[in-house]
């Protein structure tokens, strides 16, 4: 059974800095792996969208990687601000592609 | 365009109560997915629908039904609600299995 692991499970940052957010899963024969963020008392909003083959995705100040071999998925945010507190989730889907398995999330503060 | 949209918001049932939870779509995707957020277990999928027509259980099927009406639209019933199925209940959608997911705002259910 597919186990995903956030890391970490909160974080605070000044507002301008740049992070990494992480994510691992013990099943690498993966479809893809969808990041999304989730404001709280909403829905999940899709972030980005990385397949099995690649190895990066970006959107604007978004940057995930892949490494699938080694169960390990981490979000670059570029000069982060404070719209960017949200919960963010990483998610697998298995090789039939019909399961997202999710994490716990990383809760982020961005402070002005 | 809404995306995906879910009826009710909110609902308190008593325990052996029962409801239909609403979701439709107007992105023309063919795959539909039902997904419950609990804290501590994150999101689990409970049934799903690759296209019109088919349905198929997820992680955690049991005391739900699902119906795919037509293509817009993926209801999921509860017959006898139980204290467990309190939860904040997520419709998506995606263009097919494996596609970018895409979430509705949730329902959130208190059983009594």
């Known amino acids: 059974k597919q186990e995903v692991t956030q890391i970490p499970a909160a974080l605070s940052v000044p507002e301008g800095e740049n992070l990494v957010l992480n994510c691992s899963f013990t099943?690498?024969?993966?479809?893809?792996l969808q990041w999304f963020r989730q404001d709280p008392g909403k829905g999940l909003t899709s972030l980005l969208l990385?397949?099995?083959?690649?190895r990066e995705q970006t959107s604007g100040r978004l940057n995930a990687s892949l490494d699938k071999s080694s169960g390990r998925s981490t979000l670059y945010i570029a000069a982060s601000q404070p719209g960017d507190s949200a919960t963010y989730l990483c998610?697998?889907?298995?090789?039939?592609?019909?399961?997202?398995?999710f994490g716990g999330g990383t809760r982020l503060m961005v402070k002005p | 365009n809404a995306g995906v949209t879910q009826t009710p918001k909110f609902q308190v049932l008593k325990t052996g109560q029962s409801m239909t939870l609403q979701c439709a779509q107007d992105?023309?995707?063919?795959?539909m997915y039902w997904y419950r957020q609990d804290p501590g277990m994150g999101l689990r999928l409970i049934y799903y629908?690759?296209?019109?027509?088919?349905?198929d259980k997820g992680e955690v099927p049991n005391g739900y039904n699902v119906s795919r009406l037509n293509k817009r639209e993926f209801s999921l019933r509860l017959e006898s609600a139980a204290p467990s199925q309190t939860s904040v209940y997520f419709c998506?959608?995606?263009?097919?299995?494996?596609?970018?997911?895409?979430f509705g705002p949730g329902t959130r259910l208190t059983v009594l």
């Open positions: 992105m023309n995707h063919n795959s």
């Open positions: 099943d690498s024969a993966i479809y893809n």
């Open positions: 990385i397949q099995s083959s690649q």
């Open positions: 998610a697998p889907n298995n090789n039939a592609g019909n399961m997202l398995t």
């Open positions: 629908s690759a296209s019109e027509g088919t349905t």
């Open positions: 998506a959608s995606g263009y097919n299995l494996g596609t970018e997911q895409f």
